[in-house]
Nanobody, 119 residues
Framework: VQLAESGGGLVQAGGSLRLSCAASGSTRSIKAMDWYRQAPGKQREMVAS????????NYADSVQGRFTISRDNAKNTMYLQMDSLKPEDSAVYYC?????????????WGQGTQVTVSS
């Protein structure tokens, strides 16, 4: 599985951005996908997750109500709509996929996309 993020950039506080993560390869093995972020000097944290079957979602408290995760299984693409952005949302955002081959789990990561929110 290969993951490619896009859509990062510079935005003013209160603005919006939409990130995309396109998956390729053995995409049928993917059971869930997530967005993580990592700011300088901080640990990588999960921002939002979505399952590929039922589309169940989960959000970090810090983004609940402002970010929306979605996926288009036909396009093998996951999205993160980020609204009401704050300077503290600035980070490198990574796409992650959890894949299963029979009983073995594999984790895949994208290269990351920078999001910078100016105050």
């Amino acid at each position: 599985v290969q993951l490619a993020e896009s859509g990062g950039g510079l935005v003013q506080a209160g603005g919006s951005l939409r990130l995309s993560c396109a998956a390729s390869g053995s995409t049928r093995s993917i059971k869930a996908m997530d967005w993580y972020r990592q700011a300088p000097g901080k640990q990588r944290e999960m921002v939002a997750s979505i399952t590929t079957d039922a589309g169940s979602t989960n959000y970090a408290d810090s983004v609940q109500g402002r970010f929306t995760i979605s996926r288009d299984n036909a396009k093998n693409t996951m999205y993160l709509q980020m609204d009401s952005l704050k300077p503290e949302d600035s980070a490198v955002y990574y796409c992650h996929a959890e894949a299963w081959y029979i009983t073995s789990r594999f984790d895949y990561w994208g290269q990351g996309t920078q999001v910078t929110v100016s105050s």
